[in-house]
């Protein structure tokens, strides 16, 4: 039978690796990768790009096999789905209105058309798209088809909500304004988060916890509290993260001049 889980973890990732052949050589994404995630915890994973932070959560989200190791969920409530993803680069339907596309998810979890669209329709509202309900994703700004993409991973309650990169694509300012409003929400629905970046100061602002990656191939070389209480304001933040800012740095900067060593 298998292990149960620790208590309260949602997650269980156990020396986990993977390897990639391309033509002419082989090489390892991911090394003996092991961590775990707590019930209504937000992890971030920082990584120089290139890590193999997509593949791992790729891994986790089963759209990508792994070679050895173990990924372990614990199931409490069957209702609700193990994951949802929210990519860097949106992944709506374009043929689907923002409305249709938001309520996707609780289509394939086979809750009524009336029910859902309810839910849909009060969280587009809170989150400020109410009026854009029917447009299609093409006509929005990318920070709007970012809230879209996210209002439909939320609205699908997963067990633990993994986020590749999701404001990668946006100007500084929108990424900023997009962050807090994930924090709201995270604070309001209690939800358990995967997040990865490759920005120190976003993990610094959204994470409870930060694994460091180190360059190819991809291991974690630290596993960092964020010592800032909730809810947390940017500006004070600015003023006191110097410290783990740079000792996050430190740990990256040497994985980040390796890699472009190798490339040269
Ligand atoms: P990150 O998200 O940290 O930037 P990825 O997980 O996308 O990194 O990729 C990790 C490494 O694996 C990169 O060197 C990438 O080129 C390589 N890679 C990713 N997917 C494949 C694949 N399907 N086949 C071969 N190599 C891949
Ligand atoms: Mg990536």
New binding site residues.
Partial sequence: MEKRLSADHVLEVTSLSKE???RDSR?F?LEDISFSVSEGEFVCIV??????????LRIIAGLLKKDSGKVQFERKNFVRPRTSMVFQNQGLFPWKTVLQNVQFGLQMQGIAKKEREGLSIEFLNKIGLSKFIHAYPYTLSGGMRQRVAIARAFISNPEILLM?EPFGMLDAQTRIVMQEELLKLWQERKHTVLY?T?DIEEAIFLGDRILV?SG?P?KFIADIEVPFDRPRSRSELLKNDAEIRNHIWDLLKDEVIKDLGESR
Wanted: hydrophobic share 30%; charged share 15%.
């Fill in positions: 990639f052949s391309t090489f994404a990584g120089p790009s290139g890590c193999g932070k997509s593949t791992l590749d990865i490759h990656m190819r991809g």
